[in-house]
T-cell receptor
Framework: DAKTTQPPSMDCAEGRAANLPCNHSTISGNEYVYWYRQIHSQGPQYIIHGLKNNETNEMASLIITEDRKSSTLILPHATLRDTAVYYCIVGGSNYKLTFGKGTLLTVNP | GAGVSQSPRYKVAKRGQDVALRCDPISGHVSLFWYQQALGQGPEFLTY????????KSGLPSDRFFAERPEGSVSTLKIQRTQQEDSAVYLCASSPRAFGGGYNEQFFGPGTRLTVL
């Protein structure tokens, strides 16, 4: 599976959009981009995934560049409860999820 | 509906003791996974079950670690002769799908925090 690079930490003001970047320059054609997050003392939570097209659900939007070498997770109106570690994961049909260290997003009042 | 549950939530063991960690996946989920998460790190894959079959145990750190899912539902991760380096959070996840293509959405439990003294 392709490796990912994420900033170790980011801050965001409550009510503003949080944009979390991820680089995955070695991604191959059949590999999905997944985002999970982990709130303190909880298990990871699935947020969204995409292959080529941009995706949106009730939690977030995922923007994937045309060359698929990077993506951005957008939380449109961040709340204090969105403070968590966000993991960008790239993988194909392999059942293993390979987590990195993720980005600690801190939403400030 | 009920999510993935794990028990106990916290376990303290003396070095050399055996421990058993339980996972109750979401009802009907075919696939079950165990991960180990050290402090400050992302989860690391341990093993994968499809129904009762253990298809991959490549992530188990040593032969002291053993996992089973005898009836294709509840799973137990057993660690024999625990060592201090086994201290971690052990996460269980389940998925409604068997894998062989398509996307990979896993539903995680809250984890069991194991501390070995």
């Amino acid at each position: 599976d392709a490796k990912t690079t994420q900033p170790p930490s980011m801050d965001c003001a409550e009510g503003r959009a949080a944009n979390l970047p991820c680089n995955h320059s070695t991604i191959s054609g059949n590999e999905y981009v997944y985002w999970y997050r982990q709130i303190h003392s909880q298990g990871p939570q699935y947020i969204i995934h995409g292959l080529k097209n941009n995706e949106t659900n009730e939690m977030a939007s995922l923007i994937i560049t045309e060359d698929r070498k990077s993506s951005t997770l957008i939380l449109p109106h961040a709340t204090l409860r969105d403070t968590a570690v966000y993991y960008c994961i790239v993988g194909g049909s392999n059942y293993k999820l390979t987590f990195g260290k993720g980005t600690l997003l801190t939403v400030n009042p | 509906g009920a999510g993935v549950s794990q028990s106990p939530r916290y376990k303290v063991a003396k070095r050399g003791q055996d421990v058993a960690l339980r996972c109750d996946p979401i009802s009907g989920h075919v696939s079950l996974f165990w991960y180990q998460q050290a402090l400050g790190q992302g989860p690391e894959f341990l093993t994968y079950f499809q129904n009762e079959a253990q298809l991959d145990k490549s992530g188990l750190p040593s032969d002291r670690f053993f996992a089973e899912r005898p009836e294709g539902s509840v799973s137990t991760l057993k660690i024999q002769r625990t060592q201090q380096e086994d201290s971690a959070v052990y996460l269980c996840a389940s998925s409604p799908r068997a894998f062989g293509g398509g996307y990979n959405e896993q539903f995680f439990g809250p984890g069991t925090r194991l501390t070995v003294l």
